[in-house]
Nanobody, 121 residues
Framework: QVQLVESGGGLVQPGGSLRLSCLAS????????MGWYRQAPGKERELVAT???????NYADSVKGRFTISRDNAKNTMYLQMNSLKPEDTAVYYC???????????????WGQGTQVTVSS
């Protein structure tokens, strides 16, 4: 059974930094695209950043220049380095991955349980 587990959230002051991690575990044959999404109270879930298996990245305009997405394919782990955090970055952050349980199997989309990031003084 595949699981995505996020870690690294917490409380940070404006201008501070946090690094989120997302570990994919279980029966994994291959991982295609991975991404981070966030959902603030009363708002819809929104894309933060995505990274393809070959490393091509995409960012929401609101985080460009402040956040960096990366992945370690050998460890089935994705990261989100968040710098210059703002109060409006406060949200639950979710990781997402399109992966197959076997090397040549069909892709399915999986979500983590989320980790809270709060930016406040």
């Amino acid at each position: 059974q595949v699981q995505l587990v996020e870690s690294g959230g917490g409380l940070v002051q404006p201008g501070g930094s946090l690094r989120l991690s997302c570990l994919a575990s279980g029966s994994i044959g291959s991982i295609n695209a991975m991404g981070w999404y966030r959902q603030a109270p009363g708002k819809e879930r929104e894309l933060v950043a995505t990274i393809a298996s070959v490393g091509i990245t995409n960012y929401a305009d609101s985080v460009k220049g402040r956040f960096t997405i990366s992945r370690d394919n050998a460890k089935n782990t994705m990261y989100l380095q968040m710098n210059s955090l703002k109060p409006e970055d406060t949200a639950v952050y979710y990781c997402n991955a399109d992966l197959a349980a076997t090397p040549w199997g069909s892709l399915s989309t999986y979500w983590g349980q989320g980790t809270q990031v709060t930016v406040s003084s």
